[in-house]
């Protein structure tokens, strides 16, 4: 019976438009070509860093540069701004969701009924 509620759930946030303007966003942005080129340089840069740090060596200077100017150029892209604006709209209807859940949770625990539906 849970799995059912929550398969309902998720076929609901699916069809919400908070997820729906959260696939378009992304899928614009995934059509950026300059910005996917960024955040992939980023990602790199990012996962080199760690390799340093785990290796007890700090990321040059340079390195640091350069993801500061990828960063900046990233972030005034229209595709990004709306890509993040999306993402946080979503995650407060998941915060409001989980909530909800919460809620039901606290109230299933107090009633001494049980209910199949």
Known sequence: MIDTKAKDLGRLLGQSEEYKALKRANDDL???KDAVANLQRMETLRRDAQNM?????????EMEQELDELLGKVQVTHAYQ????AQENFDKLMMQVNQWIAEGIKAGAASPIISLS
Do not use: I, K, S
């Open 82 to 85: 709306r890509a993040v604006a």
């Open 30 to 32: 995934g059509n950026d």
């Open 53 to 61: 740090m785990r290796a007890g060596q700090e990321p040059t200077p």
